[in-house]
């Protein structure tokens, strides 16, 4: 069964980051064979920002489009070989110790 993942990113004033980060993101995600579809969630405010509605609001759109797994990705970080992004049978994990950063 193929499932789903919905990279969820929150940012702010990031545009830079983001030209960068969707084509690596995309690459990486492509050759590791795992469809996906990334969701930016971004604070148009000038509040503080808050990046945990950013992520539940991007991972709830997720959901609703038909995601079977999320991840919240930083704008600025990017995977480097072994960042395991495939769908976790054995629940959550944390994928940060094989990212870098940009």
Sequence with gaps: MSHKLGVCVPYRNRELHMNEFIPKIGKYLKEQGIEFHMYFCHQADDKL???GATKNIAAKVAFEE???YVVFHDIDMIPEEGAD???PTEGPRHIATKISQM
């Design 66 to 68: 038909g995601c079977d």
């Design 85 to 87: 992004y495939s769908y």
């Design 49 to 51: 920002f808050n990046r």
